[in-house]
């Protein structure tokens, strides 16, 4: 038999039910035949009624069939936590063939054993995307109120969040893992073993992390926001020549506000995540301060939070090193122990935002002059978005000593270079300023400006604040500055305010 519809879970001649469903999955492998869709409703935080259509194998069938009944009447979130595992183990007992009904599933095949697995996994992933769907379309179970002890640990797949995890669960809360599934450029061909935080490998490492941990985890659709709020600015802030930094703009105006809303629908009252850095208290407020691992700090990305969400939020490898937290993940023996390092840009796998942007675009910006500071021609560019300021490499023209790249006309379409002292900044103009400390207290003392994530602070003075920008003095140099990019103002390890450089001058 190559199908099965099981009355008590969905009669085929009754197309109403499956249309009524709050949320429906689907997995499987079209070239080998094995498919699963998983149907779900909730009433209160309860699945009341699961339904399974599976083609295929005798074990894709067996699998739908005892998923189904598992997760009737489950909460959500123990549904949410049941790993691809235990369905493998629940089926360890089969009758295949002349095999007795009580003979482990040791005793199968390679291959039988094989289509288990895969079937199990599929299972889980078509539950997940039914959940998922629920989500997207607003049915999924809305908490009566808010748990003390519940948090919400936003998941990447990767060491980091999945060891804050993992510290979280020691410490005694009720954990739930949460991915967001947001859009990835699909004109990069990767590896899938190497994939971003945005990739379906990802999400599955994520998922897995917490099912080991024995802990729910649930996968939410935010592609079209993602794009419209990150991947449109990014693209428009290239061509308008600046050198935009999304990841900060993401943390500030999508990621954490959606992760304390997504906490407030499942009941949490935190959100934690895998970032190292620190909140302090300070005359009864929270702030936001450097981690102990310098080189790993990850404050200067998360200048943009909204001050009032702070309340809400938990860092958990504040006090951490990233060898300390390898060592745990390596210790607990998480998958991700070993995962590498993210680099790019999340959305873009390659790293190659020439690339990207060319297929984003229409029409890229054509051919143009390259220019001396005093307007004096030197040579010709390819397109102004294939520069950024402080570029050396790459610029195709010779003088008597190094060129760097000044600045980019998009109106003009020209490419302007000079000398490294002419890349020498002294002022800055910032905008969308996010202050945690008032400007008040900024005016009297001296901090310090830090305008790139790896670059060293210099200290600085406030000249003017007003509600549309901040102008600032550097007491010494820095170099290859561009206009969006971030700067972020600390106090001592507190970050007093950030906002993104307009202008130089």
Not at 186 to 211: F, K, N, V
Not at 316 to 332: C, F, G, Q, S, Y
């Amino acid at each position: 038999m190559d199908s099965v519809f099981k009355d008590h879970f969905y009669n085929p001649r009754n197309t109403g039910e499956m249309l009524d469903a709050d949320g429906v999955g689907s997995a499987g492998n079209q070239d080998c035949g094995a498919q699963i869709t998983i149907f779900l409703r909730f009433a209160d935080d309860q699945i009341c009624v699961s339904r399974y259509h599976a083609t295929g194998s005798s074990a894709i069938i067996a699998v739908g069939s005892l998923l189904s009944v598992m997760i009737t009447d489950m909460s959500w979130n123990e549904a949410a936590a049941i790993a691809y595992a235990s369905l493998e183990k629940s089926l360890s007992y089969q009758t295949a063939g002349n095999r007795s009904a009580t003979e482990p599933v040791g005793a199968m095949s390679e291959s039988e054993s094989g289509r288990l697995a895969q079937a199990a996994d599929f299972a889980i992933e078509a539950l997940h995307g039914a959940m998922e769907d629920s989500i997207r379309r607003g049915n999924f179970p809305k908490a009566s109120g808010i748990d003390e002890n519940h948090v919400l640990v936003a998941m990447s797949g990767g060491v980091d969040s999945s060891v804050a995890c993992l510290l979280e669960k020691e410490a005694g809360r009720r954990v739930t893992g949460i991915t967001m599934r947001l859009w990835n450029d699909p004109d990069c061909e990767t590896d899938e073993e190497g994939a971003t935080c945005c990739s379906p490998r990802a999400i599955r490492d994520a998922r897995a992390a917490c099912h080991d941990l024995g802990l729910a985890h649930l996968t939410v659709d935010y592609s079209d926001t993602f794009e419209s709020e990150i991947v449109d600015y990014f693209t428009g802030e290239y061509i308008a020549g600046g050198t935009p930094n999304p990841c900060t703009r993401c943390n500030g105006v999508f990621r954490f506000p959606a992760l304390v809303a997504l906490a407030d629908m499942i009941g949490a009252a935190w959100v934690a995540t895998g970032h190292y850095a620190h909140i302090i208290e300070d005359e009864g407020r929270r702030l936001l301060a450097r981690g102990r691992d310098f080189g790993k700090d990850q404050s200067y990305m998360l200048w943009g939070i909204n001050p009032g969400l702070l309340d809400r939020l938990e860092f958990p490898l504040a006090d951490r090193e990233k060898v300390e937290t390898r060592k745990i993940a390596r210790d607990a023996g998480l998958i991700a122990h070993a995962r590498p390092e993210s680099q790019e840009v999340c959305f873009i796998p390659d790293d190659d935002y020439r690339r990207f942007l060319k297929t984003r675009l229409d029409a890229m910006p054509g051919e143009g002059d390259i220019v001396a500071s005093d307007g004096s021609k030197l040579g010709r560019h390819d397109g102004y978005v294939n520069f950024t300021v402080g570029q050396r490499r790459g610029l195709g023209v010779s003088a008597a000593e190094p060129l760097y790249v000044l600045s980019t006309f998009p109106k003009e379409n020209l490419v302007m270079v000079g000398t490294r002292e002419q890349l020498a900044v002294n002022r800055l103009l910032l905008s969308e300023v996010n202050n945690f400390l008032s400007p008040e207290r900024l005016a009297t003392d001296k901090f310090l400006v830090q305008v790139r994530y790896n670059s060293a602070p210099v200290t600085a003075r406030l000249v003017q604040a007003n509600p549309d920008e901040w102008k600032i003095e550097l007491d010494e140099p820095v170099y290859g500055v561009a206009r969006g990019q971030s700067a972020v103002i600390y106090l001592g390890e507190v970050v007093a305010a950030g906002g993104i450089i307009r202008s130089t001058v």
